[in-house]
């Protein structure tokens, strides 16, 4: 991160503000705000030295997007996101584990995070293994049980699952892999 002029992320995963909570860091604060600044005649000039909101954001008329992510920061602290991120990472490996061991799934991605990925009908060609696997995410949405999406790699049809539920723990990670499971094995039989 050092060596990056700039780099983005947002809040609405890890520290479950809503979803247009966005942040960018930029290095160079001029070159930021040349990109940034909107000037016309009827705004304000802010006073020298003051920070004028409209040099560091695209829209000049918002919500106070800050005060969500301010408010998770100061009720969970440094150890309770830590302990967030800790108990999705954890789920998302507990998923993945579950779901591995099933003949026919496989899990592509290393589980390093909070993201799974994976394929089914890891025997069939390439056409019905995508078939299925979006059979598989279509009964899993019309299930309900957990809220999942598809997403392509490499070309090719697969489930994403992104583990941010902060209240996520080992019985719903365990409940999610077995609704995974039992939705794979439904459509496989329907094959």
Avoid at 6 to 35: C, F, M, N
Avoid at 117 to 136: N, P, Q, Y
Avoid at 157 to 173: F, G, M, P, T
Wanted: with cysteine.
């Amino acid at each position: 991160m050092e060596l990056a002029d700039s780099w983005a992320t947002d809040g609405h995963k890890w520290l479950q503000t809503p979803y247009d909570s966005g942040y960018a860091i930029v290095k160079d604060e001029v070159a930021h705000r040349r990109a940034m600044t909107i000037a016309a005649s009827y705004l304000p000039i802010a006073q020298e030295g003051d920070r004028d909101p409209s040099h560091y954001v695209p829209e000049l008329s918002r919500r106070a997007r800050g005060f969500a992510t301010w408010a998770m920061l100061k009720h969970l602290g440094r150890s309770g996101i830590g302990t967030l991120i800790d108990r999705c990472c954890l789920a998302a490996r507990t998923i993945s584990k579950r779901i591995s061991r099933e003949p026919g799934i496989k899990v592509v991605n290393d589980v390093v995070l909070n993201q799974v990925v994976c394929r089914f009908g890891a025997e069939l060609s390439l056409i019905d293994a995508d078939d299925l696997t979006r059979r598989v995410i279509n009964r899993l949405q019309r299930d309900g049980i957990i809220f999942v999406a598809g997403a392509k790699w490499r070309g090719r049809e697969v489930l994403r699952i992104s583990v941010c539920n902060y209240e996520i723990d080992a019985k719903e990670a365990v409940l999610a892999a077995e609704a995974i499971v039992a939705a794979f094995d439904r459509e496989r039989s329907a094959s």
